[in-house]
């Protein structure tokens, strides 16, 4: 648990950042808070020769709002978005998420763009940015590029960031007022990833689902967005039989490993019980 | 009397002895980020060694190549078996009579196993160094499947042993076997089960989990070349017996080996035994004539030093209808990993299993124990409990609540059914023990009123008829669990460890103005002896717990103690305080009658000093007494005032407890939620309340710890799934349950105190009551045992099984 020799570097601005990452080449990693980075390069499964800490880069950090839009600087920590007033109010489901990450120790350190650019299933963050319609900004030495979070997450640890690129932001449309939304996570204890969790966002009308999105995290080498369960609620007003079809065809799409959380079977069953719980809670929250 | 004068119970509080509340004064240091621990020792020009580790759980180590390794800046050494074989420490002894690798010897027997020690300037440069070490290896087939380690085709796992058909506990039955233990009478045993009206038969596991203090193990080890002298810092539980051992393999003199163990963070059992680490830093010190610091991080610990439990026992109970038990039969397949390191005393191979006739009057039984080699870590160490006690407990804590459920009673009726009555002790047990007090079915009848007992049986009927209804989708489960340990090893009759009797010491010097120093061969670590043995000081001769200071762990200045583990510390070590005091107090009182001009025997005790019979206003106190030994003792007398005293204890103590677990759980998802844990302990004698509360809320959390999802697990390959504290549960606060704690008093006869030790009983209790919760859970779905540990996914697996979920 001793990681191997690096070089370390702080730059100030995003440009002299992207600047070092492309002389250096492609054994430089940016480092964020270093809540994932950091436990994978002391079992020296990340073996980084030069380390970009954003730490310096005030233009990565802030939460504002532009018109209909949330926009997160990459460098807010979890802790951060728990104490803006602006995420209560218009992303409530990113407090409750953020809380059921980890302990008050990783959130005052790990941030939004370690969260959703590290590409692991585990990760909570990616699955709501899904759910939430979210895109992410990322610029490279020849410029800058908006991907959809739904276009973002190639595989495990794979994603659509080229080397020598950041995220820089990630820019989420506010939901409509008097939206549900829940975050179900089943986990073995604190400091766990999720065993299986889902994200739900949706609207109601006249006691029936108007508009959904299912999202899913660690079910899979990427997170889901369940597309067919979330169909199969529009218009219901979520009787138990639609709840089941709903989980039904979220698990269709489900593939999680075994581990010691469980074997594929459990937690592909509990997949589907979080999604029904989710829409159960999403549905009792929304005006 | 004028109003200064304090009164009997002022005076009494200012002692804070036994009984008494009294704070920690070791938290003084703790929670302020002042302890002194083993990595806090830094010395000047110390280096660091670490370990190159197998991959594989078996392999032939074909080839060490060290050529890059060497030049990595820092690196300065790396040891093999090759190297050791030059002093004759490749392999070394194991408290269990076996012979284990150093560092690996053509051969790896487990994943994470020892096979090279590079030492280097600083850990960074060790580490860098370790990954530059190439070793060649061809695997072999690993043995994991405890089950099929005597199978024919088994492969051999110990080459070393090749034709040895006897081991250190008699004959070997088979190549990867160690040893048979057994005990009891069979032919009454076999009989007893022949005339029973009702019998039952169930393998019960209890799975293979590890201590895990906190503080990893660790040593500092610094040899002087010029006096020829080795001193050792490290995290030891029994801190003269690593001196003695290391004389022995090291062939140094006892007297030029310094051992201190600093302040601890946690043993459990994990810091008893002699692991590699130690070796190989006091041979590359030697070697280098520098200071060598070891270390190991949380994988290694939880991979490579000291597992525990891996009992598989296969358990019959002999029955009348009416639920009176006649006969208990057990076998044991005990998985002790590539080499019996087991730390119990050297006698006995399996520990004290043998107190699994528990709390009931067995009139016969019959238990023996096959211990095997697999492709593990290996260990079998106590893990907080007294010797395989735990294991004991909770065979026969669950059999216990498989007969009820087999005859139709409920199981705490069946447990008062059969308890040992009071007036049965001392008791002698069908397995060869006695038992010194207990009454246990007050305890039991205190336990089952607090929680309501026939409330809850209420309440779990009506949710059953609820589940099958359709209505709800939790079910509930009341786990009892009466436990009866055996702790205070022990006599020297039947206890010693490696030739060393098991008694433990205590010295105490009294300084003239009334304070003083007690110094012990016991080690706390974590446990909060510098405050309690300073409380029977107090109360044994009347100085303040405040101006007594304790010092344990520096082997130079403490008198032989055999350490602190088992239980092990108020029983024999407490005794030995005792004793000493009272040396002490008899020299005091010829002192005391001197001063005042009487004969001894007109003096009588009164809490801090002595006063004459009749003439209470002529009094001297203890204080005043210390200050006369250091100038006016009776003539022909030697001045001073201090004793040592070694404990050999007559028996062992037989604490124990009724323990009453609540639970739910969703069969949907497995999730449990823990509602009420009632915990009742009687230790007998209570030397701080405070303390023994800390002491069953540490080891409750353990309990559930262990019970509900804490493994050590392999896969079918031999590589260890659960290495690190992401998968191997470590409860946080926000998961434990809130304790209720509770106690009797049953002093035990033969303890000069009448203590029993308490550190561990609430693991060994504790465990068997949140089993028997699950289990009572899904009874009533038709299963009769469900195997730990119950986890989430298992919970759900075992609810699918019996059909309650699609
Ligand atoms: C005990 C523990 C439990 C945890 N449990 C959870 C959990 O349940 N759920 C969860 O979601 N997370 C969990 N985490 C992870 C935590 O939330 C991390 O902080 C987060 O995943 C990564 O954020 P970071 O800022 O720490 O990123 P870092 O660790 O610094 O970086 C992670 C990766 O992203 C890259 N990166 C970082 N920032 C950028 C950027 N702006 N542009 C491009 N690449 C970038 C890095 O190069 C690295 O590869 C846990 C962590 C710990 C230690």
């Known amino acids: 648990m001793i990681p191997g020799p690096f070089n370390y570097y702080r730059p100030a601005t995003v440009a002299d950042a992207l600047k070092l990452l492309s002389t250096l080449g492609d054994e430089a990693r940016p480092l964020a808070g270093g809540h994932s980075l950091v436990p994978m390069m002391k079992l020296r499964l990340a073996t980084p020769e030069h380390l970009v800490d954003l730490h310096g880069v005030a233009d990565l950090k802030g939460i504002r709002r532009e018109g209909n839009t949330v926009v997160i600087g990459a460098m807010t920590t979890q802790h951060e978005l728990l104490a803006s007033d602006e995420i209560g109010r218009s992303l409530p489901i990113l407090d409750e998420t953020a809380l059921l990450i980890a302990d008050p120790q990783v959130r005052y350190r790990g941030t939004i763009g370690g969260n959703v650019a590290n590409g692991d299933p585990g990760n909570d963050m990616p699955a709501l940015m899904m759910a939430l319609g979210a895109s992410y900004r990322l610029e490279g030495k020849s410029g800058a590029r908006e991907v959809a979070a739904s276009e973002f997450y190639q595989g495990a640890y794979f994603t659509a960031l080229e080397p020598g690129e950041l995220l820089t932001s990630v820019a989420i449309p506010v939901p409509s007022a008097g939206h549900g939304y829940a975050y179900e996570k089943l986990k073995r204890k604190v400091g766990d990833y999720a065993t299986a969790a889902a994200a739900v966002v949706l609207t109601m009308a006249g006691g029936k689902v108007a508009t959904c999105k299912i999202a899913l995290t660690n079910l899979s080498e990427t997170p889901l967005l369940a597309e067919d369960a979330a169909k199969a609620v529009i218009g219901t007003s979520l009787d138990p039989a639609t709840l089941k079809k709903a989980a039904a065809a979220a698990e269709a799409i489900m593939s999680p490993a075994a581990d010691a959380r469980g074997p594929v079977e459990y937690r592909k069953h509990v997949g589907g019980i979080m999604v029904m719980r989710a829409l159960q809670r999403a549905a009792g929250r929304a005006s | ?806």
């Open chain 2, 1 to 806: 009397m004028n109003d200064m004068t304090p009164t009997r119970e002022q005076r009494e509080a200012k002692l804070e002895g036994m009984g008494c509340k009294r704070k920690r004064v070791e938290d003084i240091r703790f929670t302020q980020g002042k302890g002194n621990y083993v990595d806090d020792v830094k010395l000047p020009g110390m280096l660091h060694g670490d370990f190159v580790r197998s991959p594989h759980a078996h392999a032939r180590v074909k080839k060490i190549d060290d050529t890059e390794a060497l030049k990595v800046p820092g690196v300065l050494a790396v040891i093999t078996a090759e190297t050791l074989k030059t002093v004759n420490l490749a392999w070394m002894p194991t408290l269990a009579g076996d012979v284990q690798m150093v560092l690996a010897d053509g051969k790896v027997l487990f994943q994470n196993q020892e096979v090279a020690f590079v030492v280097a300037t600083d850990r960074y440069a060790a580490d860098d160094g370790i990954n530059k070490v190439v070793v060649e290896y061809e695997p072999l087939p690993p043995l994991i499947d405890p089950f099929k380690a005597m199978d024919k085709d088994a492969p051999v796992l110990r080459e070393d042993l090749a034709g040895k058909t006897t081991g250190a506990h008699g004959p070997r039955k088979h190549h990867n076997h160690i040893f048979e233990w057994t005990v009891g009478d069979k032919d009454l045993t076999d009989a007893a089960f022949r005339k029973a009206e009702v019998t039952f038969k169930e393998m019960i596991s209890y799975h293979r989990t590890h201590p895990s203090p906190l503080e990893t193990c660790q040593c500092v080890c610094s040899f002087d070349k010029i006096r020829g002298e080795l001193t050792i810092w490290g995290t030891f539980q029994a801190p003269h017996v690593i001196r003695t051992v290391v004389a022995l393999i090291a062939k140094l003199p006892e007297q030029k080996i310094h051992v201190i163990s600093p302040d601890i963070g946690g043993g459990f059992g994990n810091k008893v035994g002699a692991y590699p680490g130690y070796i190989c830093a006091a041979v590359a010190s030697i070697v280098t004539g520098k200071p060598v610091k070891w270390v190991e991080d949380r994988i290694e610990n939880l991979t490579a030093t000291s597992f525990a439990r891996d009992y598989h026992m296969t358990t019959e109970i002999a029955s009348t209808k009416e639920g009176k038990v006649t006969g208990l039969r057990v076998h044991v397949l005990a998985d002790h990993g590539a080499f019996d390191a087991c730390a119990d005393p050297s006698k006995w191979p399996a520990g004290f299993f043998n107190i699994v006739t528990g709390s009931y009057d067995f009139p016969t039984a019959h238990l023996s124990v096959d211990g095997i080699y697999t492709n593990k870590a290996p260990g079998g160490v106590a893990y907080r409990c007294s010797f395989r006690v735990t294991e004991a407990a909770y065979c026969i804590e669950r059999a216990m609540d498989i007969l009820a459920q087999k005859l139709g009673m409920d199981p705490a009726e069946l447990r008062l059914k059969n308890f040992i009555k009071p007036e049965q002790f001392p008791y002698h047990s069908a397995l060869g023990w006695e038992y010194d007090s207990g009454d246990y079915a007050t305890a039991m009848k205190k336990a089952m009123e607090t929680v309501k007992y026939s409330e809850l049986r209420k309440e779990q009927s009506a949710l059953r008829e609820a589940f099958k209804r359709g209505e709800t989708r939790e079910i509930m489960g009341v786990g009892v669990s009466f436990f009866t340990e055996i702790v205070g090893a022990g006599p020297s009759k039947n206890c010693d460890i490696l030739g060393i009797a098991m008694f433990d010491s205590c010295e105490i010097r009294l300084h003239p103005t009334g304070a003083g120093i007690a110094r012990v061969g016991s080690k706390s670590q974590g446990q909060g002896h510098e405050t309690t043995w300073a409380q029977i000081i107090a109360t044994e001769i009347g100085i303040p717990a405040d101006d007594i200071m304790v010092e344990e762990g520096n082997t130079d200045t403490a008198p032989y103690g055999l350490g602190t583990y088992g239980s092990r510390s108020t029983p024999v070590a407490g005794a030995a305080i005792a004793m000493a005091a009272r040396k002490i107090k008899a020299k005091a009182q010829m002192i005391a009658a001197y001063k005042l001009e009487v004969h001894e025997d007109d003096l009588e005790w009164d809490i801090d000093g002595f006063r004459v019979k009749g003439l209470p206003e002529k009094t001297m106190s203890m204080k005043d007494i210390c200050w006369a030994a250091y100038n006016s003792v009776p003539p022909g007398m030697e001045p001073g005032l201090e004793a040592v005293s070694y404990y050999d204890p007559p028996n062992m103590t037989y604490p124990f407890g009724a323990y009453i677990c609540v639970m739910n759980i969703d069969v949907d998802t497995g999730v449990y939620k823990v509602r009420r844990f009632y915990a009742l302990d009687d230790c007998g004698t209570r030397i701080n309340p405070m303390i023994i509360e800390g002491q069953v809320h540490g080891g409750l959390t353990e309990a559930f710890a262990i019970a509900m999802g804490q493994e050590i697990r392999y896969d079918a390959d031999g590589n260890v799934v659960t290495g690190s504290f992401m998968d191997f549960f470590m409860p946080t606060a926000v998961e434990t349950p809130h304790w209720e704690t509770d106690f009797t008093v049953t002093p035990s006869p033969h303890h000069p105190i009448g203590a029993k030790g308490v550190g561990e009983s609430p693991n060994v209790g504790g465990v068997p009551a949140f089993s028997n919760a699950v289990n009572d859970a899904f009874s009533f779905l038709g299963s009769t045992h469900i195997q730990m540990p119950h986890d989430y996914w298992r919970n759900w697996k075992a609810a699918k099984d019996l059909g309650a979920v699609a």
